[in-house]
């Protein structure tokens, strides 16, 4: 069981960079959406699991919409940070941006927010670190996280 002291924001902030490769590409030289939503995944899972201290799974992705195309040879910034913290669940904030590191010009690509359960050893859902709300913004983000999951919530139940 993890230890349930509530923890800031801050204690699992997690940035990643990645530079675009012909790999990552598709035709038009641009990488592909299902990578930019590989690394989010990944990055957002980085962040869960620092703040938890235990194995973090994906249980949703709010929708995605692409602001900018990244293209080969520009590189991909990803900021994550946990908005707020429930019975076992948390959401996480990640945002992508494009930049052009010979200019550094930078733009937005796409931001979601995910959420995450925290498990044990045979995946079934355990209590959550709470998250300790330190400042303003951290509260107007927890309290539209509220709004989100009742949203996430009710949809589920009309299913």
Do not use: Y
Request: proline share 6%; hydrophobic share 40%; aromatic share 6%.
């Amino acid at each position: 069981m993890p230890d349930l002291t509530p923890r800031s924001p801050t204690h699992s902030v997690t940035t990643m960079t990645e530079f675009v490769l012909p790999t990552h590409a598709n035709a038009l030289h641009t990488v592909f959406g299902g990578q930019i939503m590989a690394w989010m995944d990944l990055c957002a899972a980085i962040c869960a699991q620092r703040h938890t201290g235990t194995v973090c799974v994906t249980a949703g992705v709010d929708d995605l919409a692409f602001d900018g195309p990244i293209q080969i040879g520009q590189v991909v910034r990803l900021n994550a940070r946990v908005t707020a913290t429930f019975r076992s669940s948390l959401e996480v904030e990640i945002r992508v941006e494009g930049e052009d590191s010979l200019t550094g010009q930078t733009w937005p690509c796409v931001s979601a927010f995910l959420t995450f359960v925290s498990v044990d050893s045979e995946l079934k859902p355990i209590p959550c670190v709470p998250l300790l709300l330190e400042t303003d913004e951290d509260r107007t983000l927890a309290a539209a996280a509220n709004v989100r999951r009742a949203e996430r919530l009710a949809k589920k139940k009309k299913r």
